[in-house]
C-alpha cells in the first residue's frame, strides 16, 4: 500500500512538472497504475532492470542517464485508446531508482533521475 501512495505522489508531481493538470495527472494515474510494467519498476523495492524486462515489454528507446551513471528506458503503454509514456532510471547495478509517466529527456530534463540509489536504500 505505501508503495501505491509513493507512485501516486511520485506521479502526480512529475506529471504536473510537465504541464499536465491534475485531472490529467490523475487520469494518467487511474489508466495505468495496474500495468505490469509500472507495477514491476515501482511496487518492489528491490527493482531490478532484469526483473522489469521480465514483464516482457520492449523499451521504445533507451539512453545513458546523465547525472548517474546508469541508463533509462523509455516505454509507451497503452490501455484501450488511451497511451501514455512510462520511463524506468537503472543505477550502473541495474537496480531502479526512478520511474514515473513521463519520458527519460523529460525526466532529465527536469533533473528528476539524480540518485544512484534504489528506492530500499533511500529510506534507511
Not at 504536473?16 to 495496474?34: E, P
Not at 528506458?73 to 497503452?78: E, P
Not at 524506468?88 to 532529465?108: G, Y
Amino acid at each position: 500500500m505505501k508503495s501505491a501512495q509513493i507512485l501516486a505522489a511520485s506521479a502526480l508531481t512529475t506529471l504536473m512538472l510537465s504541464g499536465c493538470s491534475i485531472l490529467d495527472a490523475v487520469d494518467t494515474l487511474r489508466s495505468f497504475s495496474s500495468d505490469p510494467l509500472v507495477k514491476a519498476a515501482t511496487e518492489d523495492e528491490r527493482a531490478t532492470k532484469k526483473s522489469v524486462m521480465a514483464v516482457g515489454k520492449q523499451p521504445t528507446k533507451t539512453q545513458p542517464t546523465k547525472m548517474i551513471q546508469g541508463t533509462c528506458y523509455d516505454f509507451t503503454l497503452t490501455n484501450g485508446e488511451k497511451t501514455s509514456p512510462f520511463y524506468v532510471a537503472f543505477n550502473k547495478k541495474d537496480q531502479v531508482v526512478a520511474a514515473s509517466f513521463i519520458t527519460c529527456a523529460e525526466a532529465e530534463s527536469k533533473g528528476v533521475i539524480n540518485n544512484e540509489l534504489p528506492h530500499i536504500e533511500r529510506k534507511k
